[in-house]
């Protein structure tokens, strides 16, 4: 391992030792023998399970608490000075009382374990993209997950003794106390507090925290973009490529959508898709004026319910190899994993433990073998489709941003926004109807502009300005577009295929990005924006009734008046927004009448 010289990184690790009282302290160096030495810890203490050498060499299975099982929004925290900086959207704490709060918990929380420190990039290191931190953990599992998910070791603490500035990620499973857990996000000194929890989504500390929460604050101080975005690329026939950055809510496709497997006949055609990342962009303007982005992970964190070869053969690929996998099903008799919507053809196994670790049998069973949260953490670079240009870090030029969400009647199938003011309040109104696999009653209309709503580390309010700037910088802004897979018919059945058939319309909203635009003459100009006729959309080997298809591709303005009176209640909720968006609520409202 390389020496640490930068006296704040010391300084700040000796400081965490003082008071986290750890048995031993050991720096991650991203060494092959460092990493093996830490799993066979991690199996010999029962921590986690090694899996079939054969059929998932390489692979690990982690089982956390079962009151421990997901994103913890109401204990997840944005503390700042003031209030009017964290927003009416977050779960705000005064920055000094989240401190008094959370340091007893953490006195002493390491006593009897090893403490790890973790130098990591987000991004590839030494990019003009890159962002390093450095996350403190007793968790073995932090660490084997951090290694897939982020870039770690020596180069990392090249570039810190180099004086490159890192976010501050202190986390301990300590008691992994319910009652006692938070993840609290300081951005005003960069620094992350995450304690008594043990799953990935509030412990990974690069991920959702630090390349959203705090990413996002940084993006506005230094003029680029954090965002809860997908980017693929597309390539055409002709070898052209074109990138477009999408952002949805969950339960919407997004992870689908990064690792489409384009149809039949468009694959014949000579078109492909390749994936660079599946959930968070960071985007900076370029020389050109032109919106750049790239994936700052450096792996997939999946939820494996209803993963299979048929809905993301992709995705399924890529976790058969160095793949960790949390609160799955076992199979016993062969030491491999299953969970729900996994393959027809491969049955619940009937000698296994499900979640909870108890004896398993899916044949008879009622309880579900996987948790409906369950997830693999796998490499990137496993992912069948992952683009080359993933591993460069320069980023891709994006031409297209594409919003979505889940809506049963309102949304049209695709809609072009009229300028990038309007599509700002396209992403602001982004909603979808809330599913069975949610809490709480079916059909409930829930906002999450931008699908941000729960990443934001800052006002909603100056997030939407920061995107109305950002605009204005550019020369070449990409166009923005809404998407909605999820239209249905009388009958509750969706109306449109969805998975590969996507691509079609990604197409057409790529050729709306052309100058001039190549489809003009088949579109359709509404209050919501430009929405393409059935002509537009290559509709080979799909078969939608005439009257289905008609619906998918209209609005519906009786329909549209009463989601006006939504969004007025939505914008509500602010004590400030852009004069644009209200603007542009108002130009809406008009034009319905």
Known sequence: MIEVTNKKVLDWVNECKDFLKPKDIQWIDGSHAQLEAIRQLAVDTGEMVRLNEEKLPGCYYYKTDPKDTARDEKRTVIATTYEKDAGPTNNWVQKDEMYARMKPLFEGAMEGRTMYVIPYSMGAVGSDFAKIGIEITDSIYVVLSMNIMTRIGDPVIAQLNKGADFIKCLHSKAKVDAENKWIAHFPEDNTIWSINSAYGGNVLLGKKCFALRIGS??????????????????????????????????????????????????????????????????????????????????????VAPGTNSKSNNNALMTTKKNTIYTNVCRNLDDNTVW???????????????????????????????????????????????????????????????????????????????????????????????????????????????????????????????????????????????????????????????????????????????????????????????????????????????????????????????????????????????????????????????
């Open 217 to 302: 604050w940084l993006g506005r101080k230094e003029g680029w973009l954090a965002e809860h975005m997908l980017i693929l690329c597309i390539e055409a026939p002709n070898g052209v490529k074109k990138y477009v950055a999408a952002a949805f809510p969950s339960a919407c496709g997004k992870t689908n959508l990064a690792m489409l497997i384009p149809p039949k006949h468009l694959k014949d055609a000579g078109y492909k898709i390749y994936t660079i990342g599946d959930d968070i962009a960071w985007l900076r303007i370029g020389d050109d004026g032109r919106l750049y982005a790239v994936n700052p992970e450096n792996g997939f964190f999946g």
């Open 339 to 593: 969970w729900e919507g996994l393959e027809k053809d491969i049955p619940a196994p009937t000698n296994g433990l499900d979640w909870h670790g108890n004896p398993w049998n899916g044949q008879t069973a009622k309880e579900r073998g996987a948790h409906p949260n369950s997830r693999f953490t796998a490499p990137a670079e496993n992912c069948p489709s992952i683009a080359p240009e993933f591993f460069t870090g320069k980023g891709v030029p994006i031409s297209a941003i594409i919003f979505g969400g889940r809506r049963a009647k309102s949304e049209p199938l695709i809609c072009q926004s009229k300028n990038w003011e309007h599509g700002v309040f396209i992403g602001s109104k982004m909603s979808s109807e809330t599913t069975a696999a949610a809490n709480g009653a079916v059909g409930v209309v829930r906002h999450d502009p931008m699908a941000m709503l729960p990443f934001c580390g800052y006002h909603m309010g100056d997030y939407f300005q920061h995107w109305i700037d950002m605009g204005k910088k550019m020369t070449n802004p990409p166009k923005i577009f809404n998407v909605n897979w999820f239209r249905t018919n009388k009958a509750g059945k969706f109306i449109w295929p969805g998975f590969g058939d996507n691509l079609r319309v990604l197409l057409w909203a790529l050729s709306r990005c052309e100058e001039p635009s190549t489809a003009t003459e088949t579109t359709t100009e509404t209050p919501l924006g430009f929405i393409p006729t059935k002509e537009a959309l290559d509709l080979t080997d799909i078969n939608i009734p005439e009257d289905e298809l008609n619906s998918i591709l209209t609005l519906d303005k009786e329909i549209w008046k009463e989601e006006v009176a939504g969004l007025k209640q939505w914008y509500d909720k602010f004590d400030h927004l852009p004069d644009e968006l209200i603007e542009e609520l108002h130009k809406l409202e008009e034009a319905l009448k």
